[in-house]
């Protein structure tokens, strides 16, 4: 064998090995984005389970609710409108948390669009929007940007 077709055949072996390097690498970040997705529905899904769970169990959080949605947001006491203002903030901080894996591209599509009915369903409260008004400082400005225009949509679908 001559050199020339040697180095050629050396250099061929050579590419051949950096093509399967490649591939290897790119077959390992695919994987890791995969569960890197995967880590991020699970902790929001342990969070939203927790929030629930809350709501399940209160008795506190449940008259205050009661009172709020027959009486309304004046005549609750200092402690009842506590109450409802943590879970609801717990809730707006869940979907910021969730609008921020979505804006990253940890959260698909379709689990976000989920996030968008959730919340598009539930200001419709004049509760939750009480506490969004008075709260909504706290959250970014894409975050607050979003929030405001589902609450236009909401709106003006209820006309």
């Known amino acids: 064998m001559k050199k020339i077709e040697l180095e050629q055949a050396i250099a061929i072996i050579a ?10 690498v790119g077959l390992q970040v695919q994987q890791e984005a995969t569960a890197s997705r995967s880590a991020t529905v699970l902790q929001l899904k342990d969070s939203w389970v927790q929030l629930n769970l809350v709501a399940a169990t209160s008795v506190e959080l449940a008259d205050a609710m009661e009172v709020m949605d027959t009486q309304g947001w004046n005549a609750a006491s ?5 109450f409802v203002t ?7 901080h869940n979907w910021s948390n969730a609008y921020y894996h979505y804006q990253n591209g940890t959260l698909d599509e379709i689990q976000w669009g989920a996030y968008l009915r959730e919340a598009a369903t539930a200001l419709e409260s004049p509760i939750i929007r009480q ?8 959250y970014d400005d894409s975050f607050r940007v979003l929030i405001d225009d589902l609450l236009t949509k909401v709106d003006m679908e209820a006309d």
């Open 15 to 24: 590419n051949i090995g950096v093509i399967a390097s490649l591939i290897f």
């Open 78 to 82: 200092f402690q009842e409108r506590t």
């Open 86 to 92: 943590g879970f609801f903030r717990t809730l707006f």
């Open 131 to 138: 506490v969004w008004s008075e709260w909504n400082f706290v």
